[in-house]
T-cell receptor, first 114, second 114 residues
Framework: GENVEQHPSTLSVQEGDSAVIKCTYS??????FPWYKQELGKGPQLIID?????GEKKDQRIAVTLNKTAKHFSLHITETQPEDSAVYFC?????????????FGPGTRLSVLP | EPEVTQTPSHQVTQMGQEVILRCVPI?????FYWYRQILGQKVEFLVS????????KSEIFDDQFSVERPDGSNFTLKIRSTKLEDSAMYFC????????????FGPGTRLTVT
């Protein structure tokens, strides 16, 4: 089955710097890759996603890149702010009978230092 | 903006007791999911539900678990006889339609089994 790895497990950056989190997946049939932000005590919040027919997607300070050949995708956050501090999870879809189920990576704890 | 809601936010129960976790998905969504997150670990898929039946389930979702959509708005997860290892955050998620892959998560229910 699908396996998703995520690196690094923790990341500390200075406010204003960029942060990059990388994920790899094993199933070449996966076709959808969301990123979730989880703040303490809250549910995962979808922040950006990418489908397999696209190589890059950007939304303000957040971007995601996908390399289907190498089976890896990355989250890029520019001009980081203290409120970006959270745990970030990548996920890859598994095509089920009627829809897409996700396999999540283990998470990256991002700390943005003021 | 519509949100997935879950009740209760925290449930404490004794081993062997039955619990029901409740979710109200976003109103025009058709696909429903339960995920579990043991403290400090990644989010794990439990079950997906579409058209009033289970479409996929993971190895975690054994005979002790069941799901139901008792009316047009609620989606429930029942654990028949709780075990200590069932202690976790349980997240409900919903998705609009077959062509939309985005899953939106609720805030979660923290289940503590003593």
């Amino acid at each position: 089955g699908e396996n998703v790895e995520q690196h690094p497990s923790t990341l500390s950056v200075q406010e204003g710097d960029s942060a990059v989190i990388k994920c790899t997946y094993s199933d070449s049939a996966s076709n959808y890759f969301p990123w979730y932000k989880q703040e303490l005590g809250k549910g995962p919040q979808l922040i950006i996603d990418i489908r397999s027919n696209v190589g890059e997607k950007k939304d303000q300070r957040i971007a995601v890149t996908l390399n289907k050949t190498a089976k890896h995708f990355s989250l890029h956050i520019t001009e980081t702010q203290p409120e970006d501090s959270a745990v970030y999870f990548c996920a890859a879809s598994i095509k089920g009978n009627y829809g897409q189920n996700f396999v999540f990576g283990p998470g990256t704890r991002l700390s943005v230092l003021p | 903006e519509p949100e997935v809601t879950q009740t209760p936010s925290h449930q404490v129960t004794q081993m062997g007791q039955e619990v029901i976790l409740r979710c109200v998905p976003i109103s025009n969504h058709l696909y429903f999911y339960w995920y579990r997150q043991i403290l400090g670990q990644k989010v794990e898929f439990l079950v997906s539900f579409y058209n009033n039946e289970i479409s996929e389930k993971s190895e975690i979702f054994d005979d002790q678990f069941s799901v139901e959509r008792p009316d047009g708005s609620n989606f429930t997860l029942k654990i028949r006889s709780t075990k200590l290892e069932d202690s976790a955050m349980y997240f409900c998620a919903s998705r609009r339609s077959g062509g939309a892959y985005e899953q939106y998560f609720g805030p979660g229910t923290r289940l503590t089994v003593t």
